[in-house]
């Protein structure tokens, strides 16, 4: 029997009453009329039912109703599920109680997300300001340089012009990125779905990064013999940015003489599409963060390599609008494989 539970005990209540009655009145009162005496001990104990309720839900369920409300009166509608006005019949003590921890998990949880959403705003604007701040800095000197005498200087003007424009270049770049990663957010571009055959698109890649591959001899392949039609439902033109950002990496990163694969692997609705290297890889501890906003591995390497730092970013958000899932695997010295999932065209 749960005793906690308020309607037993108000229930109980009422039986010691009528017994206790029904002892008095049998065993200290002469006799008399029994049926009498059991009807007024009944209604005694209907009474002090009644009784007890009235005190219950006047002085102790309304206050627990009180103090409940006020802690969820700034909260969403959703956390109200409890019914006070029945619960007496429950036990509303223990009700409110996990109501309010669930609450309180609540609370924590939020408050945790807030400060690593702080946190990330924090780091996300010191990358932009850091990013953009070098190439503007780098400009301002050339220039300088050129307005203080160097433009009359053959032997560094013409120099100093292109490097400007290189550093110019790298800041549109940036800022290009930016806009396309604010869209992707705020859901401004939209997805161009049709079908068509992603081994041709992986080829049209291939091609188009060659001139990258040939300076460092990286063979581009496929991991198996090429296999003739696999065709997906998705955005081809966002799913040909996604190759180029991840066949590209893996050629800046790769070693010289090395080998970059892309393999496809049926799996019933969908397709898991793989990017495999041989170059140096990442360690694990970078791993979790590899899709964040301007995090590098190796911040001196990254820059000289070029780039925004906003690649996977990009990546991220194109698969996950596709409502697919991207990830990595990699080791240190043992190359990589980024990973993810396109929808496969229905027959």
Do not use: C
């Amino acid at each position: 029997m749960n005793i906690s539970n308020p309607k037993i005990l108000v229930l109980a209540l009422s039986a010691f009453v009528f017994a206790v009655y029904i002892i008095l009145v049998f065993s200290l009162l002469p006799a008399g009329d029994t049926f009498l005496k059991i009807a007024v001990g009944f209604g005694l104990s209907v009474a002090s039912y009644l009784f007890a309720y009235y005190l219950f839900k006047t002085f102790i369920l309304e206050k627990i109703k009180g103090i409940y409300k006020n802690i969820v009166s700034h909260k969403s509608q959703e956390l109200l599920e409890i019914d006070i006005q029945n619960s007496w019949a429950d036990d509303p003590v223990k009700s409110a109680g996990d109501k309010v921890a669930s609450w309180s998990e609540k609370q924590k949880t939020e408050i945790a997300t807030l400060k690593r959403q702080e946190q990330f705003r924090r780091e996300f604007l010191g990358n932009v300001a850091h990013e953009l701040k070098t190439p503007v800095f780098n400009m301002q000197g050339y220039i300088l340089t050129l307005l203080d005498g160097g433009l009359e200087d053959e032997n560094i003007n013409m120099d100093y012009l292109k490097r400007a424009a290189n550093n110019a270049e790298r800041m549109i770049s940036i800022i290009e990125d930016l806009d396309e990663i604010s869209r992707l957010d705020s859901g401004e571009i939209g997805l161009h779905k049709s079908a068509f055959n992603i081994t041709d698109l992986a080829v049209e890649v291939f091609h188009s990064l060659e001139i990258q591959a040939k300076k460092k001899a990286i063979e581009l392949k496929f991991d198996k013999e090429k296999p003739k039609e696999i065709l997906v439902f998705a955005d081809k033109d966002k799913i040909r940015q996604v190759l180029v950002n991840l066949i590209s990496n893996a050629l800046k990163y790769g070693i010289q003489g090395g080998w970059v694969k892309v393999d496809f692997t049926d799996m019933e609705d969908a397709l898991m599409v793989e990017i495999e290297d041989n170059g140096i890889g990442i360690e694990e501890k970078h791993l979790p963060r590899l899709f964040e906003r301007f995090y590098r591995v190796d911040e001196s390497r990254s820059r000289e390599l070029g780039g925004s730092g906003l690649g996977l970013a990009i990546v991220k958000h194109i698969i996950e609008a596709h409502q697919q899932n991207i990830g990595v695997r990699s080791s240190v010295k043992s190359g990589s494989v980024f990973h993810f999932t396109l929808e496969k065209k229905k027959k």
